[in-house]
């Protein structure tokens, strides 16, 4: 049996299994949730915001409906070890930063697979990561949006979904070259009778989105988020939202249309998950400060009364993405660098591996994964997509032998196409993000190959990844703590929103990044 390693990544989840604290509210509501709020010393809001809460609550309690309140936790690589021990691998998280997951407890009357425990955190008694959808009902998120970043996005996904294995799904066959992302792509979860989806519903709200409806700038702000599958019962706790204090412009709304979704309480439903995605902070030191306290809140709110809900929401479009400039046109000096790498190493003939755009070859889009619109496609792990970024992936890599993978690429920041890139470094078929090279460090690496470019130098990047980097600059050391001797791993490329757009770049305006294989072993003078 293999020995998992983990190193330690960002901040600790707070010092919690998962939450922590009580208090108690209306006993005849109360009784139709099997926990109580986890207040304790994490995810205190402003008090002007929790008192908010409170009058939002009361109302909501006093009119027929029951309030169950959760609570937020960073989610990062140290947590990969749950799910590697539940199903074999992890979810690709992003190396950059820890996501912050929602944790909420069931209904009385919902099914909760006890196979499930572990399959994202440390287990505790009424409290999950995941959660069905009564159709009347509606995930009330409280928050205080963190300091200035590059990037804050909050969406959900579909889980998992009871479904059967689809070997004629036109991705099956596409990937079968690769078994390793074969297998994970269309994995069974701990419960045999569904399928691993990770599947986004729509667009994410992320901070253009907020800057836009606001007209204000998004960092350090209220903002209400609403996740309900009939807009009647949206508007009910916008309504409720705005009558506590809210502004109508600070609230967004979620859709998880049933015709996309199976909602519901029952054992076939599928079951989701809520997290946000915060990246690149300005301030360093505020954005840790920001996940050290967490200040969020969601409540789980459900009408117990009679009344009607007739109104699904539909399935919503994803918005187009765009590119500000053709990276395609740069086709010719991509590759007079790899040639000028190559020189340079005086290996001519060291070979290259392309890599692929997710969004293109494996069609990583949640909706399509979930079988919609063409039931042809899915079940498919959607593998966390987001409408937001851009993801490139490389083929397999081992750095056991003295290897060195030299990754070459345009930098989407400066063809001004991302308001982020970073490579990172996959423990495979773990599928463990373990280290992150970020544009800052990728920016002037491609400097000392100029005279091979007819372009501007400061459009690419060259860098190293080694188990040692002795005598290399841009390079980053890849540990056998990290990745174990024996293992593999792939690079994935992230290109964050296209700027002047809400979501991430066209992938067919995006040059993929080429990996060398080089032999460490005969390194120039760098």
Not at 292 to 307: A, F, G, H, N, Q
Not at 348 to 371: E, I, M, N, R, W
Not at 460 to 480: K, M, N, Q, S, W
Not at 484 to 503: A, F
Request: with cysteine; glycine share 8%; proline share 7%.
């Amino acid at each position: 049996m293999k020995i998992h390693r983990y190193v330690a990544f960002g901040l600790a989840c707070l010092g919690l299994a998962l939450c922590h604290g009580s208090t108690l509210g209306r006993a005849e509501n109360r009784a139709t949730a099997t926990a109580t709020d986890p207040l304790g010393n994490s995810n205190r809001l402003p008090a002007a915001l929790e008192q908010m809460v409170g009058e939002f609550r009361a109302n909501l309690e006093t009119n027929g409906f029951a309030v169950a309140r959760g609570c937020w936790t960073l989610w990062g690589v140290d947590d990969c070890k749950f799910p590697i021990q539940t199903i074999g691998y992890c979810y690709g998280n992003n190396p950059a930063a820890p996501y912050v997951l929602a944790i909420v407890p069931p209904w009385k009357d919902e099914y909760v697979d006890q196979k499930f425990h572990h399959i994202l955190t440390e287990a505790q008694r009424n409290m999950s990561a995941t959660y069905r959808l009564d159709p009347r009902e509606a995930l009330v998120i409280v928050a205080q949006l963190p300091p200035a970043a590059r990037y804050f996005g909050i969406g959900s996904n579909v889980f998992t979904r009871e479904a059967a294995f689809n070997a004629s799904d036109p991705i099956y066959p596409k990937v079968a070259a690769d078994p390793l992302l074969q297998s994970i792509l269309f994995g069974v979860s701990p419960d045999p009778s569904r399928r691993m989806m990770l599947s986004s519903i729509g667009n994410s709200t992320n901070n253009v989105v907020i800057e836009q409806q606001t007209g204000q700038d998004p960092w350090n702000r209220p903002a209400y988020f609403v996740i309900a599958s009939d807009s009647g019962m949206a508007a009910k706790m916008t309504d409720a939202l705005v009558s506590a204090g809210a502004s109508a412009s600070d609230i967004f709304t979620e859709p998880v249309a049933p015709e996309l979704v199976k909602v519901g309480l029952g054992r076939s439903a599928d079951d989701l998950i809520t997290y946000i995605r915060y990246s690149m902070p300005t301030d360093q030191t505020a954005g840790d400060q920001w996940r050290s306290e967490l200040p969020l809140t969601i409540l789980r709110v459900r009408d117990m009364s009679s009344r009607p809900y007739d109104n699904p929401f539909p399935v919503v479009t994803y918005e187009p993405r765009s590119a500000n400039f053709d990276e395609t046109t740069l086709t010719d000096d991509l590759a007079a660098l790899v040639n000028a790498v190559r020189a340079r190493w005086a290996q001519p003939q060291a070979s290259t591996v392309s890599f692929f755009s997710a969004y293109k070859f494996l069609d990583l889009l949640g909706q399509h994964c979930l079988g919609y619109p063409d039931p042809a496609r899915g079940p498919m792990d959607c593998l966390g997509d987001s409408q937001d970024a851009d993801y490139q992936i490389s083929g397999s890599f081992q750095i056991d032998n003295g290897e060195v993978i030299a990754v070459v690429g345009t930098l989407s920041t400066q063809t001004g196409n991302a308001r982020y890139t970073s490579l990172s470094v996959n423990w495979f078929p773990e599928l463990v993000g373990v280290a992150n090279i970020d544009d800052t460090r990728l920016a002037g690496t491609a400097a000392n190959f100029a005279g091979a470019l007819q372009n501007n130098s400061d459009l690419f990047y060259v860098h190293y990844v080694a188990r040692d980097c002795t005598g290399l600059t841009h390079c980053i050391e890849i540990p056998t703590r990290l990745v174990p001797r024996g293992d593999i791993m792939k690079i994935i490329q992230r290109n964050y929103v296209n700027p002047g757009s809400r979501r991430g770049p066209d992938p067919a305006k995006i040059l993929n990044p080429v990996a060398i294989v080089l032999d460490g072993r005969n390194r120039p003078a760098l």
